[in-house]
């Protein structure tokens, strides 16, 4: 998965949330630097090696409150995408696995449920617990496109329990 970068914040209804969408360029503070750009947009008429230098320190946590975060938008785009992928294998997966046992009605939702949590606990664990560096929010990574196997769950359920139990 993308990991998504933190930094200043800018306008809108994202900013009011403390998030900024960023281009791959905009985001860079190297590239502002070789542009001759300051990370608001405007043209810098000093030299590279003049940076402005603060008198006082700003804990982490105001400095988070004035900055914000920003996530790159390719990055959230893959990392969904990629989600979108597992929630298709788990569907997948789950339908065969409630075909093969015979298992009808709301127990066969239940192992597509199941499946899905068990999937995303492994994620969970392959991101060494870190959701903020690849996601929005926490909760992202069980919650989002949780219906997207759905159609997969249904197609291969029937298709395995008739294969193996009608057939």
């Known amino acids: 998965l993308a990991q998504v970068h933190k930094g200043p914040a800018g306008r809108g209804a994202a900013a009011r949330r403390g998030i900024r969408v960023l281009s791959a360029t905009e985001g860079c503070p190297f590239l502002w630097r070789a542009m001759g750009k300051q990370p608001g947009g405007t043209k810098s008429s000093s030299s590279f090696s003049e940076t402005p230098v603060k008198d006082g320190k700003k804990g982490k946590v105001q400095q988070k409150d004035d900055d914000g975060e920003f996530l790159i938008l390719s990055a959230l785009q893959h990392n969904a995408r990629t989600l979108g992928h597992c929630r298709v294998f788990s569907g997948v997966t789950a339908g065969c696995v409630a075909g093969l046992l015979k298992l009808e009605g709301l127990s066969g939702v ?52 008739d294969t193996v139990h009608i057939f």
């Open 110 to 161: 239940f192992v597509f449920f199941l499946v899905t949590v068990i999937h995303s606990l492994m994620i969970f664990g392959k991101m060494s617990f870190n959701v903020h560096r690849h996601f929005p929010r926490p909760r992202d990574i069980f919650v989002n496109q949780f219906s997207h196997g759905l159609m997969s769950f249904i197609l291969f359920w029937t298709l395995s329990y």
